[in-house]
């Protein structure tokens, strides 16, 4: 099997770059969809649609229903039947991203990419992870190509909940990890191939951002400063992890993530934080040196690192099984991991991760 690597078209981050968003569409089409929540619109709708009537290309406003469900991309298809727009262009978050993707997908249509947090590595892909309409992990779906632009406002971004772009840094956490399990692996590639040594490259520096300048990050946001710390966060949330995850392969943590949707008290929290989670789960199973360092990171950023930090109280044997056997389900990821994972394994490693969070916080 080949190496293959693959990346979105174009990436541009820095203050200030929404104001330009109709001026970048119009190299794709002379009208677009932009899909967004309700207060998404709100909060930028004058900005975007002041940059679309300067670009002059028409523009058509559908708000987004909140879960990634293939009733709600069916339902964003006719919307877009009837309007007939040429690009399709989400602003906002991962399940709007992965929406728009899917919908623009279905009609070969370019798509563009606004994020307004970095939560998720999810902007750069050239997949979309489809949910029950009750918000329970479906499936995968992947596309002949990743999105031809994506945007990043960092001055937006930066005015987000700083928990959103932590919650990013748990998903870009686990980058590195499932990179270098698949590389053991010889595991294939969510590019269709094996990995890369630029895959490798880029989740080796996704990692080594996190730990140098995720807590002044963090910080910084907190005082409602845009920093270089800043910068850096953003784009490994962003880029280094969208394109290391996608070239380099996932493994076991975002399919433990998948799992933690059987636990209906996990809906309410961030993709990173149940990622991240599954990062330490993953590394409980690898029995991994790093163990410690990354409980002390996620501890220090506040990221959650047991059970009940991710709203789960009812915590039995029999459920934590549930969660495993709906990780080890055949078509998710766990089976990259270099050894042999039954859901016993992994029902055990939860239990460990969640003991090994509960004394890193002294609980």
Request: charge should be negative; aromatic fraction near 6%; proline fraction near 3%.
């Amino acid at each position: 099997m080949a190496r293959i690597f693959i990346s979105p078209s174009k990436y541009i981050q820095g203050p200030g770059e929404l104001a330009k968003l109709g001026e970048y569409t119009q190299a794709y089409g002379k009208s677009a969809l932009v899909i967004i929540t309700a207060g998404g619109l709100k909060r930028s709708g004058d900005v975007i649609s002041k940059s679309f009537e300067d670009a002059k290309v028409e523009l058509h406003y559908d708000n987004f229903n909140g879960e990634c469900s293939q009733a709600e991309i069916d339902r964003l298809v006719q919307v877009l039947d009837t309007c007939g727009a040429e690009v399709v262009v989400g602003v906002g978050g991962g399940k709007i991203f992965d929406t728009a993707k899917a919908v623009a997908a279905t009609k070969d249509l370019p798509v563009i990419i606004v994020p307004t947090i970095a939560a998720t590595d999810a902007p750069c892909s050239a997949l979309s992870v489809i949910y029950t309409d009750e918000g329970q992990f479906k499936e995968y779906q992947f596309f002949k190509q990743n999105p031809n632009l994506v945007l990043m406002d960092t001055e937006v971004i930066a005015k987000s909940p700083v928990r959103l772009t932590v919650s990013g840094m748990g998903d870009a956490l686990a980058t590195f990890f499932e990179a270098r399990a698949c590389q053991r692996s010889d595991a294939g590639t969510c590019a269709g191939g094996k990995v890369t040594n630029a895959a490798m490259a880029l989740a080796t520096l996704c990692y080594e951002t996190l730990m140098d300048e995720g807590v002044k990050a963090k910080l910084a946001l907190e005082a409602g400063a845009c920093t270089e710390a800043v910068e850096k966060i953003i784009e490994a949330n962003t880029l280094l992890s969208g394109l290391g995850f996608e070239s380099a392969g996932l493994a076991g943590a975002h399919a433990i993530h998948n799992g933690l949707t059987a636990m209906s008290e996990t809906h309410a929290m961030y993709h990173g934080e149940k990622v991240a989670f599954g990062t330490i789960t993953q590394l409980v199973l690898e029995n991994a040196d790093e163990l410690y360092d990354v409980l002390d990171f996620c501890v220090e950023i506040g990221l959650p690192v047991t059970f009940k930090q991710l709203g789960v109280t009812d915590v039995t044997y029999e459920r934590v099984l549930e969660v495993a056997t709906l990780a080890c389900a055949e078509n998710d990821t766990l089976h990259n991991m270099p050894f042999e994972v039954t859901p016993e394994k992994v029902a055990n490693a939860l239990l460990a991760a969640d003991a090994y969070g509960r004394a890193a916080l002294g609980a």
